[in-house]
């Protein structure tokens, strides 16, 4: 079983950043791939950033990629998203989830996952 929090959520202006952070509660954080996905008001989840089990590879949604890095810390059992230039097309709820298996797009794919932080970007 693996826990995972989020947290760094907030509000922002347009153009600004955030770093998202999850923390992960279980022994072998290093054995799964992570992924950050995202769900705005009245849409459906959609896929952000994955990261392998070691670091070396990340995927991004075309939507984010050149503005935001997925990066881990398997001593710390943390993986972060670190935001740049905002848009308010970002604004959504982002979770975390992990899976014991290679890093994958499809969140069906994922085993665990956070409850979710909120980001708010302004205009």
């Known amino acids: 079983q693996v826990q995972l929090v989020e947290s760094g959520g907030g509000l922002v202006q347009a153009g600004g950043s955030l770093r998202l952070s999850c923390a992960a509660a279980?022994?072998?954080?290093?054995?799964?791939?992570m992924a950050w996905f995202r769900q705005a008001p009245g849409k459906e989840r959609e896929f952000v950033a994955t990261i392998t089990r070691s670091g070396g590879s990340t995927v991004y949604a075309d939507s984010v990629k050149g503005r935001f890095t997925i990066s881990r810390h398997n001593a710390k059992n943390t993986v972060y998203l670190q935001m740049n230039s905002l848009k308010p097309e970002d604004t959504a709820v982002y979770y975390c989830?992990?899976?014991?298996?290679?890093?994958?797009?499809?969140?069906?794919?994922?085993?665990?996952w956070g409850q979710g932080t909120q980001v708010t970007v302004s205009s």
């Open positions: 279980v022994r072998t954080f290093s054995i799964y791939s």
């Open positions: 989830a992990a899976r014991d298996g290679y890093r994958s797009r499809n969140e069906y794919d994922y085993d665990y």
